[in-house]
């Protein structure tokens, strides 16, 4: 089973994006509220080094938003 950085859980909305975020196996996340703006998530999930895990909701946007931060 591979070993990853950073888990990272996404919940996107028109207004704004919630992100959660977990460093390797430590069971505490923290958690960011921002507008919604993909530019700043693509920064912010490049500021992670490592290998990370990205996860998020099924909703009207998730193609969209799959294919942008491809």
Do not use: N, P
């Not at 996340?29 to 996860?55: A, F, I, M, N, Q």
């Not at 909701?57 to 969209?64: I, L």
């Amino acid at each position: 089973m591979k070993q990853y950085d950073y888990y990272i859980g996404l919940d996107w909305s028109q207004a704004k994006m919630a992100i959660a975020i977990s460093k390797g196996s430590s069971s505490e996340s923290r958690v960011v509220e921002l507008d919604s703006d993909v530019r700043r998530l693509k920064y912010l999930l490049k500021s992670l080094k490592g290998k990370k895990v990205l996860t998020f909701e099924e909703s009207t946007a998730s193609q969209w938003l799959w294919v942008e931060l491809l």
